[in-house]
């Protein structure tokens, strides 16, 4: 029996009928000409003018503005249009176009029934070549040398200062609330993964409801500082984003009872452009 609403976030209206095939809700981010059936980040209330630094956080915002309270569903849960939801863990080469609907979720089974919310499978920052970090950041391994013998030192916030600009999330941190402030500050700079692609499942609407308050007053906030930076290039266009991704990671480690499962990536505009 399905007890699940997937919610699968696309920018391109062909793939309206694939995703509607999954069985799942197709949710619409950007500015192209979308088609009925789709839910549009930029109807009702909304962010969409900020999709360019938010991403798909701007379906989120709308998803908690406007369907939240009136979602019916045991789980509600999201995805992307290239990375999806799986029992297992299957390699790329494995994901075809004509496979992917008999691999993806399609409900939660029994035996996560006591979870509160399913997150991805860890991604270990500290597990990438060393030569890619050394390309990106050789300055900040200068400042501590020890980081390239140390798996274990290069944490989070090493890894987000290298990736995504020196100091961006410790600035960031400084405006967020008293109440997880030095909690995401430690899970940061302690951590060597995270949970990503701000992709979750989660069985309560109250929790959801908490966490998108939270989320989004935070960010409003870097806003401030941000804005007066000159974002540009990929790593740092979306910046708040990239911000969200880590602090998902750590709000719902610390306020759910969580499970993890896999994430499979298969991009559909391989075969529907």
């Known amino acids: 029996m399905k007890n699940l609403k997937m919610f699968c976030t696309s920018l391109e209206p062909r793939h309206y009928e694939f995703i509607?095939?999954?069985g799942y809700i197709p949710a619409a981010v950007g500015e192209k000409n979308f088609q009925?059936?789709?839910?549009?980040?930029?109807?009702?209330?909304?962010?969409?003018?900020?999709?360019?630094?938010?991403?798909?956080?701007?379906?989120?915002?709308?998803?908690w503005k406007n369907y939240l309270k009136t979602c019916e569903s045991k789980w509600i849960g999201f995805c992307h249009y290239r990375k999806f939801w799986t029992n297992k863990n299957h390699k790329d080469l494995d994901i075809n176009i004509r496979n992917l609907s008999s691999l993806v979720l399609k409900s939660v089974p029994e035996d996560l029934e006591k979870y509160e919310v399913i997150l991805g499978e860890?991604?270990?920052?500290?597990?990438?070549?060393?030569?890619?970090?050394?390309?990106?950041?050789?300055?900040?391994?200068?400042?501590?040398?020890?980081?390239?013998f140390n798996p274990n030192e290069r944490t989070i916030k090493f890894h987000f200062d290298i990736m995504h600009g020196k100091n961006n999330l410790e600035k960031a941190i400084e405006f967020l609330d008293d109440e997880n402030k030095?909690?995401?500050?430690?899970?940061?700079?302690?951590?060597?993964?995270?949970?990503?692609?701000?992709?979750?499942?989660?069985?309560?609407?109250?929790?959801?409801?908490?966490?998108?308050?939270?989320?989004?007053?935070?960010l409003e906030k870097c806003e401030i500082y941000f804005s007066e930076k000159n974002l540009h290039g990929y790593d740092l266009t979306r910046i708040y984003a990239f911000l969200a991704e880590r602090f998902t990671s750590y709000w719902f480690t610390k306020n759910a009872k969580y499970k993890t499962m896999n994430i499979s990536f298969y991009d559909i505009r391989n075969d529907i452009n």
Request: net charge positive; glycine share 2%; hydrophobic share 35%.
């Open 20 to 22: 509607k095939e999954l």
């Open 36 to 63: 009925d059936g789709w839910l549009r980040d930029n109807s009702k209330e909304n962010i969409s003018k900020k999709n360019k630094n938010y991403a798909e956080l701007t379906f989120h915002y709308w998803f």
């Open 122 to 148: 860890p991604f270990y920052v500290n597990q990438r070549k060393i030569m890619k970090f050394l390309k990106k950041g050789f300055r900040t391994i200068l400042e501590k040398p020890s980081r390239l």
């Open 182 to 218: 030095t909690d995401f500050r430690n899970y940061v700079n302690s951590k060597v993964y995270f949970h990503p692609f701000n992709m979750y499942i989660c069985r309560s609407k109250d929790m959801l409801n908490t966490y998108y308050k939270t989320l989004f007053a935070w």
